[in-house]
């Protein structure tokens, strides 16, 4: 298949990774060829890929802070130019599928008008105007879309919409490796905001008496002054934001991975990278964490310091043979191509018997204030 894959342009597609999201893009892509498909990935400059077209100069983020223009004429202006230009060159360009990775609603719009073949992978959990235009596309046989986890398809069927389909999120299990000698420490990857939970990981480090290595961009400042600066010491450290290849090291030569979300976390990438590395997973029961450790790792309900600093101590009974097994078996990245090319094939099915539109579609469709996460 010939497949346009559109990213959100928040961030680059390009390493360090910013988050989970940014991650995801690059293994779909690189999946997606790997298993013999012709793939363009259609995103901002700066991104790293082989088949990279530039829809915009820079990531919004340099040029509008999401913090400062959330939810502003200039953002929303900014990325309807940039997602204009990816769709001129997706109608004329032979694709036999996009693949949305955007969160940007009025693609959906675009393409089912335009009877082009469509899947939207939806990492955040149903709002506004997303939800809206993933509910009046699943009224088009050639529009599809995904969620990353069955809680998240939980929220979507509470609000009326039980068309998606869910393919896990995949993690390199061919990168992603164990190590014949771990560490004394743990882990914390990931982006250093409030709903992420890192202040609660590092006074659960403090309690138990363990040594724990931070890994991840620093979005809010303020919050990382007050509640992650003060605990570096004694054995916490932040290490600031480093390439794949480091944390791959350094998680799979750890003795768990602490994956503390305050939000229900729609799927949970980090987890998944270091079940793949044999590191069991120690961390707070929200959203589709569960679904992603299964028995490979201690979960604890609530945000409960105290739980966690006990189950922190109790990491050493977890198998790491197990946790490496259940990342082949159920989160790697050829599972979640498989589960993509199912929902390929049929929007494309469903392209080939759709009307021709009446009138061409047009690339100045209306107006959003996409929200992206």
Same mark, same amino acid.
């Given at each position: 298949?010939?497949?346009?894959?559109?990213?959100?342009?928040?961030?680059?597609?390009?390493?360090?990774?910013?988050? #989970?999201?940014?991650?995801?893009?690059? %293994?779909?892509?690189?999946?997606?060829?790997?298993?013999?498909? =012709?793939?363009?990935?259609?995103?901002?400059?700066?991104?790293?890929? !082989?088949?990279?077209?530039?829809?915009? =100069?820079?990531?919004?983020?340099?040029?509008?802070?999401?913090?400062?223009?959330?939810?502003?004429?200039?953002?929303?202006? $900014?990325?309807?130019?940039?997602?204009?230009?990816?769709?001129?060159?997706?109608?004329?360009? #032979?694709?036999?599928?996009?693949?949305?990775?955007?969160?940007?609603?009025?693609?959906?719009?675009?393409?089912?008008?335009?009877?082009?073949?469509?899947?939207?992978?939806?990492?955040?959990?149903?709002?506004?105007? %997303?939800?809206?235009?993933?509910?009046?596309?699943?009224? $088009?046989?050639?529009?599809?879309?995904?969620?990353?986890?069955?809680?998240?398809?939980?929220?979507?069927?509470?609000?009326?919409?039980?068309?998606?389909?869910?393919?896990?999120?995949?993690? =390199?299990?061919?990168?992603?490796?164990?190590?014949?000698?771990?560490?004394?420490?743990? /882990?914390?990857?990931?982006?250093? /905001?409030?709903?992420?939970?890192?202040?609660?990981?590092?006074?659960?480090?403090?309690?138990?008496?363990?040594?724990?290595?931070?890994?991840?961009?620093?979005? =809010?400042?303020?919050?990382?002054?007050?509640?992650?600066?003060?605990?570096? /010491?004694?054995?916490?450290? $932040?290490?600031?934001?480093?390439?794949?290849?480091?944390?791959?090291?350094?998680?799979?030569?750890?003795?768990?991975?602490?994956?503390? !979300?305050?939000?229900? &976390? !729609?799927?949970?990438?980090?987890?998944?990278?270091?079940?793949?590395?044999?590191?069991?997973?120690?961390?707070?029961?929200?959203?589709?964490?569960?679904?992603?450790?299964?028995?490979?790792?201690?979960?604890?309900?609530?945000?409960?310091?105290?739980?966690?600093? %006990?189950? +922190?101590?109790?990491?050493?009974?977890?198998?790491?043979?197990?946790?490496?097994?259940?990342? +082949?078996?159920?989160?790697?990245? &050829?599972?979640?191509?498989?589960? $993509?090319?199912?929902?390929?094939?049929?929007?494309?099915?469903?392209?080939?018997?759709?009307?021709?539109?009446?009138?061409?579609?047009?690339?100045?469709?209306?107006?959003?204030?996409?929200?992206?996460?």
């Amino acid at each position: 298949m010939k497949i346009a894959v559109l990213a959100h342009i928040r961030h680059a597609i390009a390493e360090p990774f910013s988050g #989970g999201m940014e991650a995801h893009c690059d %293994m779909l892509c690189r999946g997606l060829r790997a298993a013999g498909h =012709d793939v363009d990935l259609f995103a901002a400059s700066g991104s790293n890929d !082989p088949g990279l077209i530039p829809i915009c =100069d820079a990531p919004y983020d340099h040029v509008l802070p999401w913090h400062v223009y959330r939810g502003t004429r200039e953002l929303a202006a $900014y990325q309807r130019d940039a997602f204009a230009l990816a769709l001129s060159r997706v109608e004329g360009g #032979g694709y036999d599928v996009v693949h949305n990775n955007s969160l940007f609603p009025d693609i959906i719009e675009w393409c089912a008008n335009a009877g082009i073949a469509c899947v939207t992978s939806q990492h955040v959990p149903p709002f506004g105007t %997303m939800f809206d235009a993933v509910l009046a596309g699943c009224e $088009y046989p050639h529009i599809g879309a995904t969620v990353t986890s069955r809680d998240q398809l939980s929220l979507w069927t509470r609000k009326g919409c039980d068309a998606l389909e869910v393919v896990h999120n995949g993690v =390199d299990t061919a990168s992603w490796t164990p190590v014949e000698v771990t560490g004394d420490y743990f /882990t914390w990857v990931g982006r250093i /905001t409030p709903n992420k939970g890192l202040g609660h990981a590092v006074r659960a480090a403090g309690k138990a008496g363990t040594r724990l290595k931070i890994f991840g961009p620093v979005e =809010d400042a303020a919050y990382f002054a007050e509640e992650v600066e003060p605990f570096l /010491t004694n054995g916490i450290e $932040y290490h600031g934001h480093r390439s794949a290849d480091i944390l791959r090291k350094a998680v799979a030569s750890a003795r768990g991975a602490l994956v503390t !979300p305050l939000w229900d &976390e !729609p799927f949970g990438l980090v987890a998944a990278e270091a079940l793949s590395c044999g590191t069991p997973v120690i961390g707070f029961n929200r959203g589709a964490l569960a679904e992603v450790v299964g028995d490979c790792g201690c979960l604890v309900d609530g945000a409960d310091v105290d739980a966690l600093a %006990m189950a +922190i101590a109790n990491a050493g009974q977890i198998s790491r043979a197990a946790c490496r097994q259940r990342a +082949i078996d159920h989160l790697s990245i &050829e599972a979640m191509i498989r589960g $993509y090319e199912g929902c390929y094939a049929k929007v494309i099915s469903a392209s080939r018997l759709a009307p021709v539109p009446s009138l061409a579609c047009s690339s100045n469709f209306s107006s959003t204030s996409a929200l992206l996460a």
